[in-house]
């Protein structure tokens, strides 16, 4: 008999160790297959909530948060390509990608969350996709009204949310109240709000992780 697991995945869509964390994650969910009937909700993190609206370019201004050379960068970047390709997701870091903010985003992403969780997890894939293959802009509301109809999402509808600011009190509610229980970077995986897992982790360690967290009393 399937065990029930929640899943709190607290990440940014301009976070890459977030697309390689949630790949590895669904990927270690069908490893277990009926073993586990897992409910993924996602939470909203900013990597860069004060970013204006024209973002800036990912290159310098990851050389300058980090203190670490460009060069630096592109080989870092190169690394997360390769975890990426393991998973089979794709990154295509460029020299014009840029960082964006990414408020609006998890505007809807909140609101896919009231949709359902298929919906909200095809929307934050899509929006994982856009950003990092297809070089897309998440702040762009005709981008994100796109992508919400992907996600089998109605467009008119996210249009409305996108353009009423709606959403707005909740996302800085749960932002502030996963800072508060200690999540300072992403990926955080809370898994039945009692066991954390940080980081992009492959898949074995999140296998590992969820065994041996039903395997304790409930």
């Known amino acids: 008999m399937a065990r029930a697991l929640t899943i709190d995945f607290i990440s940014d869509v301009m976070c890459p160790w977030c697309a390689v964390g949630l790949h590895s994650l669904l990927q270690a969910l069908d ?3 009926d ?6 909700r996602f939470r909203p993190f900013e990597l860069a909530p004060d970013m204006d609206t024209d973002g800036e370019y990912i290159i ?10 460009e060069a630096q960068v592109r080989q870092n970047q190169a690394q997360i390509t390769a975890r990426g390709a393991q998973l089979g997701f794709r990154f ?4 014009d990608s840029r960082k964006w903010n990414t408020f609006d985003a998890h505007r809807l ?3 896919a969350g009231e949709q359902g969780e298929e919906q909200q997890l095809a929307l934050k894939k899509g929006l994982l996709a856009a950003y990092f293959t297809d070089n ?3 702040s762009d509301p005709q981008v994100l009204c796109e992508l919400a109809a992907e996600a089998g999402l109605d467009e008119d509808v996210a249009r409305e949310v996108l353009a009423s600011g709606r959403y707005a009190e909740e996302v800085r509610h749960e932002e502030a109240l ?5 999540v300072s970077s992403v990926p955080t995986v809370v898994f039945n709000e009692r066991y954390a897992l940080t980081g992009g982790q492959p898949v074995e360690a999140y296998v590992e992780a969820i065994r041996d967290l039903l395997a304790q009393p409930s």
């Open 31 to 33: 490893q277990l297959g």
């Open 35 to 40: 073993d586990v009937e897992a409910s993924i």
């Open 60 to 69: 310098p201004h990851l050389s300058a948060k980090y203190g670490i050379s």
């Open 92 to 95: 295509d870091f460029r020299d």
């Open 109 to 111: 992403l909140h609101w």
């Open 136 to 138: 897309r802009n998440p």
């Open 178 to 182: 996963w800072q508060q229980r200690g």
